[in-house]
């Protein structure tokens, strides 16, 4: 079993930066492709970046280049950068871990974009 923790929301004016961070309970992302999802209000849950076990990243098209995806395997951390957010950004944003046929998610952080 992994657990995987979310922190890092908050409320920001549009324009801003958060960074958001998921813990693992143990290693695994050495194995697992890891993806950043987020669900807005009467939406459906949305993948907005991805990132493979080999360390490539991918990116819906609504973030490209405002959004950036890192590791940290050492620390079992893998963060979302966001910068120049605007208020369609506003949901509650998940971790996603993939470890072989596996599927594991966080319990979700709050980012609310408004001025």
């Known amino acids: 079993q992994v657990q995987l923790v979310e922190s890092g929301g908050g409320l920001v004016q549009p324009g801003g930066s958060l960074r958001l961070s998921c813990a693992a309970s143990r290693s695994i992302f050495g194995f697992a492709a890891m993806g950043w999802y987020r669900q807005a209000p009467g939406k459906q849950r949305e993948l907005v970046a991805s990132?493979?076990?080999?360390?490539?990243?991918n990116y819906a098209d609504s973030v490209k280049g405002r959004f950036t995806f890192s590791r940290d395997i050492s620390k079992n951390t893998i963060y979302l950068q966001m910068d120049s957010l605007k208020p369609e950004d506003t949901a509650v944003y998940y971790c996603n871990a993939r470890p072989y046929k596996l599927n594991y998610w966080g319990q979700g952080t709050q980012v609310i974009v408004s001025s």
């Open positions: 990132i493979t076990s080999g360390g490539i990243t």
